[in-house]
């Protein structure tokens, strides 16, 4: 019952999972929908229990709504297949939605052990094998106070502790929407979460990241007359007609020049290592063009063309402007030629924040949009907060709605980077990259991204396909080396280069293999 029914990346908001359920349930029998829910989370904690090599042995928290009543279901699902459950119940019970009091009713009738929630600390010091979190779901409407909130920090101590915890629907504590933490209060940091109906964006970005675990999808069999998603977890699939072998009758002109626009003084290692980038990424003639002193040649990359940017001709050439390109009168001069070019362009680092800082510059930028001439901006949160004119924890406190107001204001693609970087464009679905890590956290990490953005663009990928590529293979190698050891503490934005284009060509190969 689980996954089938819905593709794995769809992701609905609240508001979309509420015309679902509500769609649902208008032609189910009264209580079906929560008892698939619970049926669905005592599979899952059979399953991690199995995984672990554990008994199960479970303590449930559930909420005084829905979300509790899921707890309750599963509850009464895992006595009657005789497994150990015990219940915390919060609120009062005769004040439960008529579901999750059908479903108290159930895990009473069960023989499952409810106790108060003012039993808490007892409870969580009787040992168990695994945590089930039923507190709140979509219905979150403010933080998590007073003994829940002590509660929930107690778990989250157990937890790191190495006790499994499993969230159902979301993480209690967590915006569904926006991944935040509510109130900046608390919120469980779940192992495991299993979802209802369809996957929810603040699984996968801001703190969701941090506090969902693994996350599943029950989709409850509602396989008929579901919605087209809000938006999508980003996956090869998303740009896999991109993804095309090289053919042999082809030479350097094939796959596109690129120019890495930025580099001022003693910002060069910035133009360098995006140029470096580019090449690894398959552009066919990659030109570093320099602000401030240009090098005779990259020591390490002879291949690189190193020019001043004052003298470089942008024609017929992607343009990369803003890696360590600074914020002088040069570099003005520099971003509004990158303006002007009709070639397909990326915007990064101080070029956003040049355009940030004047208007003109700005509309610009929008009017490359409406001329047809692709713009691929790359702001990191701070950045995004200038272009917006808002400060940067409002950007952090609705990733998806900041990344869609810049897609629309600058007309055009947006990666927003951060944990759970945003893809949004004009009249398109937002998409949440999955993949990616901490070891991201370190200068020169952006400058790659944006010199492998240009490289796909030189290759012919549409803007949306580009950043949907350059981010998923950036967090991707990321995460190869992290298996492999190489960071998250320590990695270097140079030794990311290397397995750019290790992804990018096994991507191409997978992609290629005939039956
Ligand atoms: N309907 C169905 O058939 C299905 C529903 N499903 C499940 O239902 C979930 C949604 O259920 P829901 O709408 O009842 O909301 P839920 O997340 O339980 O929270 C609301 C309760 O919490 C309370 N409350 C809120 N914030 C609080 C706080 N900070 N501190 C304390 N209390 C707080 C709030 O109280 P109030 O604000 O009224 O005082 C209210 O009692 C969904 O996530 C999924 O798991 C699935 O099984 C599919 C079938
Ligand atoms: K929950």
Known sequence: MTTSALPSNALYTIARIRQIEQAAMSHLPPGSLMQRAGAAAAREVRDICRRAGRRVDVLLLAGSGNNGGDALEAAAVLRRGGMRVRVLLHGDPARQPRDAAAAHARALAAGVEIHPFSDWQAQLERPCNLVVDGLFGIGLQRPLTGEIAEAVQTINEIGAARLPVLALDVPSGIDADTGTVVGGAVAVRASHTITFIGDKPGLHTADGCDHAGEVRVAGLDIASGLPPPDGMLNHPGLFAACLRPRARNTHKGSFGDVVLLGGASGMAGAVVLAARAALHAGAGRTYAAFIGPVPVYDDAHPELMCRAAHEIDLARKVVVAGPGMGSGEAARAALTAALKSPMPAVFDADALNLLASDRSLMQALADRGNLQQPSLLTPHPLEAARLLGMKVAEVQSDRLAAARALAESA?????????????????????INPTGNPALATGGTGDVLAGLCGALLAQGWP?????????WMHGHAADELVRKGVGPIGLTASELIPALRLCLNQLVAERSVRP
């Open 411 to 431: 007309n055009a693609v947006v990666i927003l980077k951060g944990a759970g970087s945003i893809i949004a464009a004009p009249d398109r679905p937002f998409v």
């Open 463 to 471: 803007a949306h396909e580009a950043a949907l590529g350059a981010a």
